[in-house]
């Protein structure tokens, strides 16, 4: 691990990997469309802040770049393409063509859609996400410089999440997850905007007090949204989603949680900085291992009859593996290797 690296953040990115391992365990689980399906929205709430997170810390770094020219704005987009985009399209076509293999079908007009449009994995939507707002960042950096710029881009994100909630309330057209970057911005936003001072972030101290009471309270309302969105309109994929202004609310409360714990702790846990440091490779390669341990877990009737065993067990057992398989890897392969064609 590299000496110059933030390590209060590398425990903020192996928080939000394991929030979305957690996630992807219930969405493939059988419980999601089971007799539990209430329980697993209401459980997918306390995790949702795991994307939010990852793009606020995208922000966070990015607005340490400086894009004053064409050619700076040429490298920049370059570097991070290239950061990102190699691992994604190696496991993408490892993806895909293993699907073609196993279903003896090779339909090259398929796999090249799913490769453009990050379908090898349902995970993989965030990629292109994050690389639509790399190409907007210069718009954004000049936005910020602006004396209502996050007030701006907040209403715009207000408007689209509200288009999002009439598409999806009431005629059940769902937005590709692809196209979804506008509605994500405000926190890649909050990152731009407090990252680009080298000084340290300060929570004023007359607001610290209300941090932790505002996270439990945006997590109750979240709460109290999807029982509701899903009770009335009988949409569980909305109702557990993290795009809904209390979720919102409730990633914010998080992410400026993060920030207080920053000022608090010395020392990070080094378990949880070693999971965030390999938290690219783990969102890379864990959904085709969480479906292996999902399937032997459940094999076991004490462990699948209960729901929270179920998921612990599930989680820990899939994070774990990941991370062995990348510590091995690194280990053994030249690390130039590991980091630009595997990313790990």
Request: charged share 15%.
């Amino acid at each position: 691990m590299q000496k110059d690296r933030d390590l209060s953040f590398d425990a903020f990115r192996g928080v939000a990997i394991i929030a979305v391992v957690a996630l992807h365990v219930t969405y493939l689980s059988g419980y999601w469309n089971s007799s539990f399906c209430f329980y697993c929205q209401f459980y997918c709430q306390l995790f949702n802040f795991a994307v939010p997170a990852f793009i606020f810390i995208s922000g966070y770094w990015l607005s340490k770049k400086q894009i004053k020219s064409l050619t700076d704005y040429r490298t920049f987009l370059v570097r991070r393409f290239l950061r990102i985009f190699i691992p994604y399209l190696f496991w993408s076509i490892v993806l895909v063509g293993y699907e073609a293999i196993k279903t003896h079908n090779v339909d090259v007009y398929r796999i090249i859609f799913k490769l453009i449009f990050g379908q090898a994995s349902f995970q993989y939507f965030f990629i292109i996400v994050i690389v639509q707002l790399y190409v907007i960042t210069p718009l954004l950096q000049y936005i910020n410089r602006k004396p209502y710029g996050l007030i701006l881009v907040l209403v715009l994100n207000i408007m689209t999440l509200l288009l999002r909630y009439l598409s999806r309330l009431n005629f059940g057209f769902l937005f590709p997850s692809v196209s979804a970057f506008y509605s994500w911005v405000i926190f890649y936003e909050i990152g731009l905007l407090l990252g680009r001072s080298d000084r340290k972030i300060f929570i004023p101290g007359n607001i610290r007090p209300f941090i932790l009471p505002a996270i439990f309270v945006s997590m109750l309302i979240s709460e109290v949204e999807g029982a509701i969105i899903f009770s009335k309109y009988n949409n569980l994929g909305f109702a557990a989603h993290s795009l809904k202004y209390s979720s919102f609310l409730y990633s914010v409360c998080i992410i400026f949680g993060f920030l207080l714990l920053r000022e608090c702790i010395k020392y990070w846990p080094k378990s949880l900085v070693s999971i965030g440091d390999y938290s690219f490779g783990i969102y890379l390669i864990h959904i085709p291992i969480l479906k292996q341990v999902a399937n032997l877990v459940s094999k076991n009737s004490a462990f699948y009859s209960s729901y929270l065993l179920y998921q612990f067990i599930t989680i820990s057992l899939t994070v774990l593996a990941c991370f062995v398989i990348i510590d091995i890897t690194r280990r053994l392969l030249p690390k130039a290797f590991c980091v630009k064609v595997l990313g790990f």
